[in-house]
């Protein structure tokens, strides 16, 4: 199956995903079948075998509402009526052929060699890039007396974005120099969010529909403000940064920072606590708006109103799971999975309830998976780590989706069984892999490897599609669907600090077991 088919796959399961339908038990059900009827069509087609004729039912969220969309997969193994169905690609595509899959035979080793001296370039520059940004923040930090500093997205997938950020930095650097020297300002203990002008996100603004309904819409770039918490999100443009850092309200920032310091202060407060008195691993809160972060301090006074209460019925229990507690409405009161060590709470969650649940056969359920999946994960870090030592890699990731990962660590298995065939052919010192499920390289230069490669055989067009990537990496943003990948990736949930809760079904963070669904190993 070739790469573009593989994306408009993760398309099409970005929308479905069971998990976006907690509200909706009928519907998620129902994209729950059809995702399995998918997968089992899309396996028989993997393996040369002609499959069956298929129809599938899924339910996507438009808005407040909810759309059944059908594709019937015919027996000539294309996935074209599927993308189709949801307007992923046009008519005529689908008459051409698109979803329609061609095996081509190629070798794993020759793609190895062609691919890891490049690769292992790109890993380097953007490692050596990384490190610039971080030291470049630090100083500006340090120098200006910032309470913090964060430039551009979250993540910066390629060298481009890279260059970008630092470029970002520099005139931030300039431009508030020049303003404490020249204008006397002063922005000791302001947060700031600075970004490059042909990165920097879309702005929000207010609607009304014919039927007077207020809405947001998005469409003009962001103008330099300050944020309800009081962060000063800026655009490093060399012309307007200066007007525009000199008409914002940095006393009116300043009082907002404080106050959402005080949430935050409050939140890392009340965490331990909450944790010893529910005997659970950790407890964790989405931060990312001051609104989050009062509704889990207001959540955990009403916890802490009735500790003794709590006290008694929780005893002297010892859970193996963490808590997640969030303010996603949409979602159950309380929420597991047997693939996660996570127990998510909703931040209006009655005290008493979850109590209930912890003491109840169902918490009791919970617990053991999560002890499982501890397990589990000990096991798979144990195995990247000999990968990564007896390839000389740098780091080893897996990535894949919770209902992947048993297929993805036989394909660890398969990869340290070949490991001696591999090394006469390939010298994958200093790599970083991703054990994943399509050949790629990513924009900050890890190699994915799927986990149901062999020896003798490629995906179709893998070699076209690496030496466009390859060539475009060192100064662009590398692989678009590894750059995807990587711009998806949350990072680890950490009381005070964390993102919220991976709710896409493809998707991958490196350190934060439950919320995102890699997994790493890295020499030191």
């Known amino acids: 199956m070739d ?46 075998i002609t499959p069956r004729s298929t129809n ?32 992923l690609i046009t008519e005529e595509e689908l008459k051409a052929g698109t979803g329609r899959d061609d095996v081509a035979d190629t070798n794993f080793l020759e793609w190895l060699r062609d691919t890891v001296f490049e690769a292992v370039k790109i890993a380097e520059q953007h490692e050596s890039l990384k490190l610039r940004i971080r030291e470049s923040r630090a100083n500006i930090e340090y120098k200006y007396q910032l309470a913090s500093l ?15 950020q630092i470029e970002a930095l520099r005139v931030l650097d300039a431009v508030l120099a020049s303003l404490i020297s020249e204008e006397g300002m002063v922005f000791a203990g302001l947060n700031f969010h600075v970004y490059h002008p042909d990165t920097c996100p879309l702005g929000a603004f207010g609607l009304h529909n014919n039927e007077d309904h207020y809405g947001l819409g998005a469409g003009h770039l962001m103008r330099s403000h300050v944020a309800d918490d009081g962060c000063l999100h800026v655009v490093a443009d060399r012309m307007g940064l200066r007007e525009a850092l000199k008409t914002m309200d940095l006393e009116r920032a300043r009082v907002l920072t404080k106050v959402t310091m005080f949430w935050l202060k409050r939140v890392r407060d009340l965490s331990p606590v909450l944790r010893e008195l529910l005997g659970v691993q950790n407890v964790w809160c989405d931060t990312r708006t001051e609104q989050n972060s009062q509704n889990f301090v207001l959540w955990a006074g009403y916890i802490l109103e009735q ?17 997640l507690v969030h303010s996603d409405a949409s979602s159950p009161m309380v929420d597991w999975s047997q693939n996660s060590s996570i127990l998510q709470v909703r931040s209006d969650c009655p005290p008493r309830q979850l109590v209930e649940f912890l003491v109840s056969d169902t918490g009791v359920m ?138 896409a079904g493809i998707t991958g963070s490196c350190g934060a077991e439950g919320l995102g669904l890699c997994s790493r190993t890295t020499s030191h």
């Open 150 to 164: 964060q430039v551009g997205s979250e993540f910066a997938v390629g060298p481009l974005e890279q260059q970008r």
């Open 3 to 48: 790469s573009d088919t593989k994306k408009l796959i993760r398309a099409v399961v970005r929308r479905v995903h069971p998990d976006l339908f907690t509200a909706h038990p009928f519907e998620r059900q129902r994209n729950s079948d059809s995702l399995k009827a998918l997968n089992s069509y899309v396996e028989q087609v993997a393996r040369g």
């Open 56 to 87: 599938v039912e899924f339910w996507v969220k438009d808005g407040e509402h909810l759309t059944r969309i059908d594709a019937l997969l015919p027996s000539t193994g294309s996935l074209g009526p599927l993308f189709y169905a949801f307007s």
């Open 366 to 503: 919970a617990d053991q998976a999560a002890a499982a999946v501890q397990i589990t994960k000990k096991e798979e870090q144990e195995l990247l780590e000999r990968i990564r030592q007896e390839f000389g890699a740098k780091h080893v990731v897996r990535v894949c989706s919770m209902f992947e990962c048993d297929r993805v660590l036989d394909g660890a298995r398969r990869l340290l069984e070949y490991a001696p065939a591999i090394k006469q052919s390939v010298d994958l010192r200093g790599a970083s892999l991703a054990i994943d499920d399509c050949y790629e390289v990513w924009g900050s230069g890890f190699i994915s490897i799927p986990y149901d490669f062999t020896l003798q055989e490629l995906q179709p067009q893998l070699v076209k599609l690496l030496s466009a990537k390859s060539s475009g990496a060192m100064g662009g943003n590398g692989s678009s669907a590894g750059a995807a990948r990587e711009q998806m990736r949350p990072a680890a949930a950490v009381a005070g600090y964390g993102s919220a809760r991976a709710r």
């Open 307 to 323: 500790r003794d209460e709590v006290a008694r019925a929780v005893g002297n229990r010892q859970f193996t799971f963490s808590l």
